[in-house]
């Protein structure tokens, strides 16, 4: 390992971890009380505290989202991995799951919490 | 034909071509593995070392072809050709090769340098691209984890890169073309 891979290698390092705190602002501070359900042709938003069956369609077809007992995850998707099926149950602020085959995004945000943006 | 040309070019094509056939099947192992991140397609960097190797080996032009050909390869080869996945690969190889490119006309950086940043530049490029796909900000958020695995990665695949170099008789086919 040269001088210069130590330099690299400290950048890279570096960029973790002060990425930590910045995520974690824009995630929000404090109690998670918002489901921000994104997908490509609406957004969502419902209290973590109900109990809703989402059906949201995505880009290759639908996506079940479930809110209950304070904690979210996805049912079933039409997509070919399902890696945002088995992902489980999400429960705490900042967390995500995301369908990326169909444009679907679900996010545990609180009070004012928003997306920035949403580019279409 | 001019006899030597027609020579050079055909060892290049033979160790392009066993690159990319290193670099598809490392990414198709990676394929068939858990998501290290929960965004569907997202790929942990292992085909990496079939990039360092080239770069090391035959120059910035042929790993820029062993990573675009094995993204294809692996696309086709998984069902995923022109979908998301793909574009997510395409992105992290992309900018995976053009740092590492940069970072190899910097003498004081081997290719574990390269490959720590190579890894970084791959998982922050899938996870943008995820970032437009789902129109939100959400799969950025998981940059944090993604750069700290892709250290690790980097690093391992870095330093297996430097024992395959000093083991595999790689040097003989040192292009003069780099």
Redesign the interface.
Known sequence: ?????R???A???V???V??PV?RM??GAGPADTVVI?G?SLIRRLPLDSSERLVVNGVKGAVTVVVRNRSVHIVEAD???Q??VH?GRIGSR?Q??????N???V?IGGGEDA??A??? | MHPTRSYADARTIALTAMLVAVGAILGLLESAVVPPLPVPGIRIGLANLAVVLALTVGGRVMALRVSLLRVLIVAVATGALGGPGMLMALAGASASWATMAVLSMNTSISPIGWSVAGAAMHILAQLAVASLLTGTMTPLFLAPIGLALATICGLCIGYSARLLISRLPLEQMVMDSR
Not at chain 1, 1 to 5: A, K, L
Not at chain 1, 96 to 101: D, G, K, L, R
Request: hydrophobic residues 50%.
């Open positions: 390992m040269t001088s210069g891979d330099i690299v290698i950048i890279v390092a960029a973790a971890i990425s930590w995520v824009a995630a994104t490509p997509c070919p991995d890696s945002c992902q900042g995500t799951i995301v369908c990326a085959p444009g679907v995004s996010w997306p920035d949403v580019v279409r």
